[in-house]
């Protein structure tokens, strides 16, 4: 059998766009707001930043309390993509995930820690994001190394 031969045309966009250099220096920080990548770190159930991530067999990323409240509903599904989850055994954490919100949004960890200064701090104190709440450090820019 012989693959389909596909004739590839560029668009009349791509025919008049300047080609753009990739950035591979290691040394080049490119500024960004933690705003502008939030919605990557939120809940699709609560809008929430993702607090004690879990993931789906569809590379879904919810909190766990969010998708085990939904499965327990008897609604047996991803809440985004609708696929058939097995059941909450087939749900993984995602600790790498956890630990990079916890470096790119620290300020939400120290809104939602106790104040007591001999109370523990475990993963489960990290919250997440209060509605209507403005601080100045979610608005400021960070320098990220490529």
């Given at each position: 059998?012989?693959?389909?031969?596909?004739?590839?045309?560029?668009?009349?966009?791509?025919?008049?766009?300047?080609?753009?250099?990739?950035?591979?220096?290691?040394?080049?920080?490119?500024?960004?707001?933690?705003?502008?990548?939030?919605?990557?770190?939120?809940?699709?159930?609560?809008?929430?930043?993702?607090?004690?991530?879990?993931?789906?067999?569809?590379?879904?990323?919810?909190?766990?309390?969010?998708?085990?409240?939904a499965?327990?509903?008897?609604?047996?599904?991803c809440?985004?993509?609708?696929t058939?989850?097995?059941?909450?055994?087939?749900?993984?954490?995602?600790?790498?995930?956890?630990?990079?919100?916890?470096?790119?949004?620290?300020?939400?960890?120290?809104?939602?820690?106790?104040?007591s200064?001999?109370?523990?701090t475990?993963?489960?104190?990290?919250?997440g994001?209060?509605?209507?709440?403005?601080?100045?450090?979610?608005?400021?820019?960070?320098?990220?190394?490529?």
């Amino acid at each position: 059998m012989s693959s389909p031969q596909r004739n590839w045309e560029l668009t009349l966009y791509e025919q008049q766009r300047t080609p753009q250099e990739v950035i591979t220096d290691p040394e080049v920080e490119i500024a960004t707001s933690p705003s502008g990548m939030l919605s990557d770190f939120k809940c699709p159930v609560c809008l929430g930043l993702l607090k004690n991530t879990m993931t789906t067999e569809c590379l879904h990323r919810f909190c766990q309390d969010c998708i085990v409240k939904a499965l327990r509903t008897g609604n047996k599904e991803c809440p985004t993509c609708r696929t058939k989850l097995k059941s909450k055994r087939s749900l993984r954490p995602d600790y790498t995930f956890d630990m990079l919100i916890a470096k790119l949004f620290p300020e939400t960890l120290t809104q939602e820690r106790p104040a007591s200064p001999g109370a523990s701090t475990s993963r489960d104190d990290r919250g997440g994001e209060a509605s209507g709440s403005s601080s100045g450090a979610s608005a400021s820019s960070r320098r990220f190394t490529i």
